[in-house]
C-alpha cells in the first residue's frame, strides 16, 4: 500500500507541498477522517469509512496544482462558483496555489460537504 507521501514523489515539489496543505486543510476540517491512497486512480479519498459512499473529497494532483474533488459535488451550495465539471455527481475545485487554497470558500465546501455526508448517514440509520 502506497502512502501520501511515497505517493506524491512523481510530482514537482510544488505539487507536493500544495498537495500537502490540502491535506492539512481537509484533515482540519474533517476530525476523524480517514485517507485512503488510490494509486492506480491517482487520488488521495478522504472519508469515514473504504465504501465510495462514505467518500468526502479526495486530492487528484496533476502538473500544475491540485484539484480537490467532492464526492455528490453537485449537490454543494457553492456561492462563489468554484465547483467545475461536469460529471452526474462529482464536482471539483482547481487549486495552483496557497492563496487559492486558503480561499475561505473552500472551508465552506468542506463544512458542507461533512453536513452532506452526515445527512445521509442520518438518514440511513432510520431506515
Known amino acids: 500500500m502506497t502512502d501520501f507521501t511515497g505517493f506524491l514523489q512523481s510530482y514537482s515539489p510544488e505539487v507536493q507541498q500544495l498537495a500537502s496543505d490540502t491535506r492539512g486543510l481537509i484533515v482540519q476540517a474533517l476530525p476523524g477522517v480517514i485517507e485512503q491512497v ?16 462514505d467518500m468526502i473529497c479526495v486530492i487528484m494532483p496533476h502538473k500544475n496544482g491540485v484539484n480537490l474533488g467532492f464526492y455528490r459535488g453537485v449537490d454543494l451550495p457553492d456561492p462563489s462558483g468554484l465547483l467545475q465539471g461536469t460529471g452526474k455527481r462529482h464536482r471539483h475545485v482547481r487549486i495552483h496555489n496557497l492563496a487559492e487554497l486558503h480561499n475561505p470558500a473552500i472551508r465552506a465546501l468542506l463544512d458542507a460537504a461533512m453536513h452532506s455526508y452526515q445527512a445521509r448517514f442520518a438518514e440511513g440509520s432510520k431506515k
Open 38 to 53: 488510490d494509486a492506480p486512480s491517482k487520488l488521495i479519498a478522504f472519508g469515514f469509512g473504504p465504501r465510495m459512499r
